[in-house]
């Protein structure tokens, strides 16, 4: 500001105390603004792990967690097939489908579930569900990117 806005200001703010605290509060909209603009743009630069088959967003890398005291696990299925799966405590992209079962169980004290993409319903994993409520996703690691 010009010094002679400056002291026009000042008189204003002096004669009406009103105009004083509509100044502040417009700055303080200001900064929130500022500051949720921010946020948006860090949420948005946050990389999402992806399902490979469409790209739509799966989960992110902040949201793995250790079951077992690791994070990786590779099993074999009753059908011969591999699978390296990480785990996940929540998976917005994915949906658990079918009827829980511990038939065939890896992790001991779970039922499971498999978890479809919900935009192409590719099999990206599993849902682990306990009997106190210890919930996370066994997701295929070579299906994500």
Same mark, same amino acid.
């Given at each position: 500001?010009?010094s002679?806005? %400056?002291?026009?200001?000042n008189? =204003?703010?002096?004669?009406? &105390?009103g $105009?004083f605290?509509?100044l502040?509060?417009?700055?303080?909209k200001?900064?929130?603004?500022?500051?949720?603009?921010?946020?948006?743009?860090?949420?948005?630069?946050?990389?999402?792990? %992806?399902?490979?088959?469409?790209? =739509?967003?799966?989960?992110l &890398?902040? $949201?793995q967690?250790?079951?077992?005291?690791?994070?990786e696990?590779?099993?074999?299925?009753?059908?011969?097939?591999v699978?390296?799966?990480?785990?996940?405590?929540?998976?917005?992209?994915?949906t658990?489908?079918?009827v829980?079962t511990?038939e065939?169980?890896?992790?001991?004290?779970?039922?499971?579930?498999?978890?479809?993409?919900?935009?192409?319903?590719?099999?990206?994993?599993?849902?682990?569900?306990s009997?106190?409520?210890?919930?996370f996703?066994?997701?295929?690691?070579?299906?994500?990117?």
């Amino acid at each position: 500001m010009h010094s002679r806005q %400056l002291e026009e200001t000042n008189s =204003n703010l002096s004669s009406d &105390p009103g $105009k004083f605290w509509f100044l502040v509060s417009n700055i303080d909209k200001k900064k929130k603004r500022f500051t949720e603009t921010k946020d948006q743009t860090e949420e948005q630069e946050e990389k999402y792990i %992806l399902c490979k088959n469409c790209e =739509n967003k799966i989960t992110l &890398p902040n $949201k793995q967690i250790q079951v077992g005291g690791v994070f990786e696990h590779t099993f074999l299925n009753p059908g011969g097939h591999v699978f390296r799966i990480g785990c996940f405590f929540e998976a917005e992209g994915c949906t658990a489908v079918g009827v829980p079962t511990a038939e065939w169980t890896w992790f001991e004290g779970f039922d499971w579930q498999v978890a479809i993409c919900n935009q192409c319903n590719a099999h990206l994993g599993w849902f682990y569900r306990s009997m106190d409520d210890r919930n996370f996703f066994g997701l295929i690691l070579d299906l994500l990117i």
